[in-house]
Structure formats: C-alpha cells, structure tokens
C-alpha cells in the first residue's frame, strides 16, 4: 500500500523538517528539528490514514465470503435490481428517478465503500423525489443484506416536505370546462368534479361499469387492485353525471383516447390548459381533494366518502379533506330535525 505522507527538508541547511502530501503536494512545517521527532510524526500520520483503509480491506473480505460481489457492487446495480422488481406506473417512476443528475456523483460509487455523508449531499443537492427514492434505495440495500449496517440511521434521514397541495374551486373547473373543446376531454373533467376517482381510474373506466337500472358505477381502482379479497365500491350518481354519460360510448372503455395516453400525458395537457387560464396551483388529483371536501362540507358520512375515493386509511382521506370549511348547525335546529333513534331497554342482571 503506497504511504502518502513523506519526510521532507527545507532550509539552507537542511534542518527544517516538513510533512509532504504525496496526494494534494502540499507541505506542511512539523515544527520541529529533531529528525527522531519528525519521522515519528509522519508515521503517525501515515498509520492513521492506513488503518481505515485496511480496515474496510479486512471487513470486505469477510463480507465476500458470504457475497462475492459486494466488493464491486454499485449504486447503479442496486438500482437496476429495485427497478426490476417494480411494474407499471411503478418502474415507469423508478426509470425517471434514475435521470435525477442529484444522483449522479452516487451511480459509480461502491455500497460498502460510500459514507452516510455522500447519501445527505446528493439529498441536499435534489429535491423531495430525490430524498424519497434515495430513502427506498437504501432501504432495499439494506434488506438485501447489501449494506452490512444503514449509512444513515433512520431519524437522521431529512423530513419529506411535498409542495401544498389544494382543491380546485367551482369557479376554476367551470372556466376550464367552458374553454374545452374536445368533447372527451369535456366529459373527463365534468366527471372528475362529481366522481372524484383518480385520472388512473377514470380514463379506465368501461361502459360495463355503469349500471343504469340503479345508476350506479362499479369499479376497482387501478392502484390497489393487486389486493386479494377486495370488494369494489358502487357509487351512486345522479342526473348530472346521467347526462355526461349518455355522451359516451355505450360499449367499451368511456375514454378511448384518454385512456391509452400515460399519466404524464394527461396531466401536461390539464396543465397546459389551467396555465392558459391564469389557473395556478392545481392538477388533475386536485379534483380528489375538491370531491373530499365538499363531502365534508355536505355532511357526507366519512365512511362513505372514504368508499367513494377507495381511502382505506381514515388519516389519508382527512388529510384530503383538511381544508373544508364545515358550518356546525344549532343543537336545538338539530334536535327538531333529527329523527331520535328507538331506545331499547335491557333486563338489569340480578348480579349486575
């Protein structure tokens, strides 16, 4: 292993020891005349820059008996592995992640020779994507038993702040229905106001779904449709939705275009229509965030609303609907109103 610090003279006669850098070739004075000292000092200073070196030498060859290519295995390569086992949208979102130029000084580096330094200034250098797929990665690292130990302990992982999220308002979705003139893309957004699935969800929706004996639409949403034993919600609809519909195709999907263009897609072209509009600060899941809030706003049973969007955590579908602004009515208008529920008495147990 070659030394990087070596023993120099300076000086008219040779009696100035100094310390020289073989790596950066800069010289550092050791303060000292005694040839005895300054030797010492540079070994030192060479020993202590070994040691780490060698250490990480023996600890690989430990590992390799285990997995021979830990020693060669890259960030590259543990990407290349996440992104194989993902489908879809899902792997679709991982190839973009890889095209993240924060994660660039990152791609060539060994697993088992990176620093949890390295990990926080590629952080630093991205933005939220950037913190949540590194977070996955390393993760997968770690479960793969790639990474003997995680380089950043957990609490340590900088917090995921995403951008304020909104609903759009009546006022913004009727200028942008208004201005539309695709016939398709007209009714999409008509049926994401009263609706609110995800963009997913409806451009995939099929005639078969409706069933107008009980105007009602079945459907199960294309993110959770991997689930076993899932039973998919029937949302009643009412004239408005009727007549949108009696717009579209009676056979097959409802949004023949719409529906073999990528979310990407889809949502550039609802962007590009809101930026035309002066409309800033929402998308196309804004109608999910709009729908929850005027459910809340309307009185609309929680568990019903959270059927209707497919929420199956309570905590997810509040946040959705976080931003509803809710009148509470007068207990004593309540009272009149509400019909009381028949009060049944039960036999008092002799030992109770």
């Not at 060479?46 to 430990?62: D, G, H, K, S, V």
């Not at 304020?164 to 003139?181: F, M, Y």
Request: aromatic share 10%; glycine share 6%.
């Amino acid at each position: 292993m070659k030394t990087r610090y070596r023993l120099t003279r300076r000086g008219s006669r040779g009696d100035t020891f100094y310390c020289k850098d073989t790596l950066t070739g800069k010289r550092t004075s050791l303060a000292t005349n005694d040839e005895d000292a300054a030797e010492q000092i540079v070994l030192a200073k060479n020993q202590a820059e070994r040691q780490p070196i060698l250490n990480l030498q023996i600890a690989r060859a430990y590992l390799m008996g285990a997995d021979k290519a830990i020693g060669t295995r890259t960030w590259r390569d543990a990407v290349t592995a996440l992104t194989e086992t993902k489908l879809g949208s899902n792997k679709d979102r991982w190839i973009t992640a890889q095209k993240d130029k924060a994660f660039a000084p990152l791609w060539s580096r060994a697993l088992v020779e990176t620093q949890g330094e390295e990990l926080l200034k590629v952080m630093r250098a991205g933005c939220v994507s950037t913190n949540t797929h590194l977070r996955r990665l390393h993760n997968f690292c770690v479960d793969m038993n790639w990474l003997p130990w995680p380089l950043v302990p957990k609490r340590q992982w900088p917090a995921i702040r995403h951008k304020e999220k909104r609903a759009i308002t009546w006022e913004e979705h009727a200028r942008i229905v208004e201005r539309e003139g695709n016939a398709e893309r007209k009714a999409f957004y008509q049926l994401a106001w009263y609706l609110g699935p995800s963009q997913g969800d409806l451009a995939n929706l099929h005639a078969e779904d409706i069933d107008w004996a009980s105007h009602t639409i079945t459907y199960v949403r294309m993110k959770t449709k991997w689930r076993e034993n899932q039973t998919p919600p029937q949302v009643k609809f009412g004239q408005s939705v009727a007549e949108i519909l009696r717009t579209l195709p009676k056979a097959g999907p409802l949004f023949p275009y719409l529906r073999g263009r990528k979310p990407g897609y889809r949502a550039n072209e609802f962007r590009e229509r809101c930026l035309g509009l002066g409309i800033h600060g929402v998308s196309l899941h804004s109608y999910r965030y709009a729908w929850a809030e005027r459910a809340k706003t309307a009185g609309y049973p929680e568990r019903f609303a959270q059927l209707a969007l497919g929420h199956n955590s309570k905590a997810v579908h509040r946040a959705y609907a976080r931003k509803a602004r809710v009148t509470l009515p007068a207990l004593e208008d309540y009272e009149k109103n509400e019909t009381p529920a028949a009060v049944i008495t039960l036999p008092v147990s002799a030992t109770a």
